[in-house]
């Protein structure tokens, strides 16, 4: 065993160690020469709805598929509750997924569907049919049992799916993708029902997502991927508020970056900024920005109309582009109009600039030359 | 798509007269095995099964049809092992000349049949006489092999390629071992593609003649080269008929049967 560094992954409770859920040291997959996972560290506590976000190619799925044991890594090591999994096969680990695209069986009943983990395990019949209903009415599908999967809407499937890797009552739940396919009202309703269905379960979910939003409304902590690298580990509101580079400020909510002469210029020291659209104020230019405030001034170049936001898009004097939002409390859209072209100031607290460090060998290996 | 009526209208008549043009030499032959005449008289004379009865005791007929019979069911299931086997290999896995592998096999459906035959007659006189295998059924299996793996595996390959390969992983993953997972869920994924293209390989080989004629021995006769050879003698024409008539009534069930399996939405 290495002995690296252990993850940072906050502040540890008290009492006596419980063994990560899962637990990557040193996680490397290579696919040829390209490394998709590229020596990960990592721990997920028992318990935990735990999301890994990062845009498709960054290793996020791979991660799940080696946890799973889909993948075998490269180097490096994969542990669930303490013990050692990396070279088992992946129906000797106790871990469950739910597919992106489901993976139902289409020859098998709904109720088939689900028992399937326990007859393979040779679970007796009569527990079988209990536990399989028992599931079956968790995800709300009783009615559906007898049905096969080609019968059912997308959401149902979903739950299905569910369902079936619920039943095993797996020690961790991994979710890759699955509400990718499904649309927005019903990605919506599965995003409360999913996070029920954990918190009752009591099971660690590990949720592969390239949506910031889902991954910020449902977990209780975040994985930041890119380049088969993790970028930041942190609740929703470290990573969202606190982002720690460039890349986690873009890739999660809207990216505000100042740098250069035009950061020199507003924050006094040259750097790599950013301000979250929401936190900046839109003033009269003649309006005193307060003590503890940033203040920048500039002209609003575009006024974009989004129903219940406007978003103010504004080019600063000393340089650079600022985007502002503002909640359309009495405006209309024939009204916000009229501010194109006005001069402003943009003020915001101090404490809601990030100064990003630029991480060096973190940057995106993306240099195909085309 | 609106089509006019005039282009509708039209559109019907030439489906009808295509229809028409391959079915009713088909029902004539029907209608003649039972023509109580013996030289195609048109319209029949009167209705008689004579000719039904007078084929079931052409014992030379009915060797044919055994030699057939058994010729199809080994070719068949040479087919369906190799058949099955490639079309796993080329959708499973990636390895050198997989595409290749793939074309190649597919290839010998649209060879004409004398090309496969001289070569086959070549290649066995080359290879087996040597060995004291002469022509005979197993040459003709053989030969029957070559074309009837190929819709045995495009069947097969089909299927597969729809069957989500996470089907499989999630077998595995909900704790089912490697020959669970073969039984439980890519057996019955392939199960009716598989028998549909066995129907139909059975259903190629048996009505074989060009092959057949240059891998069978003097001795082995396969129906569709018994009928050839009797067609010419003028007292044989009705017994003719009448095995043309239960050729296609049995021909119609295979094709069927693998239309509907293949046809069946997987689920």
Redesign the interface.
Known sequence: MTDSPPPSTGASAAGPPVPSAVALSGVTKAFGAVRAVDGIDLEIRAGEFFSMLGPSGSGKTTVLRMIAGFEEPTGGRVLLGGTDVTRLAPFDRDVNTVFQDYALFPHLSVRQNVEYGLKVKRVPRAERTRRAAEALAAVRLEDFAARRPAELSGGQRQRVALARALVNRPSVLLLDEPLGALDLKLRLEMQIELKQIQREAGITFVFVTHDQDEALTMSDRIAVFNAGRIEQVGTPAEVYEHPATEFVAGFVGTSNLLQGDAAAQVFGEPGLYSVRPEKIRITHPDDPAGPDECSAPGTIVEVVYAGALTRFVVDLEAGGRLVALRQNVEESSTDVARHRGSTVLLAWQRRHTVRLSARPGNTTPNDNPQ | MELSRGARVALRLAMALGLAVIYVPLALVLVNSFNASRSFAWPPSGLSTRWWTAAWQETGLREALYTSLKAGLGATAIAVVLGTMAAFAVTRYRFFGRQAVSFLLILPLALPGIVTGIALNAAFRTVLTPLGIGFGLFTVVVGHATFCIVVVFNNVAARLRR??P??E?????????TF?TFW??TL??VRSALFAGALLAFALSFDEIVVTTFTAGPGTQTLPLWIFDNLARPDQGPIVDVVAALLIVLSIVPVYLAQRLSGE???
């Open positions: 069957l989500a996470t089907a992983e999630a077998s595995a993953d909900l704790g089912a071992h669970q439980y869920v019955p994924a939405v997987l689920r």
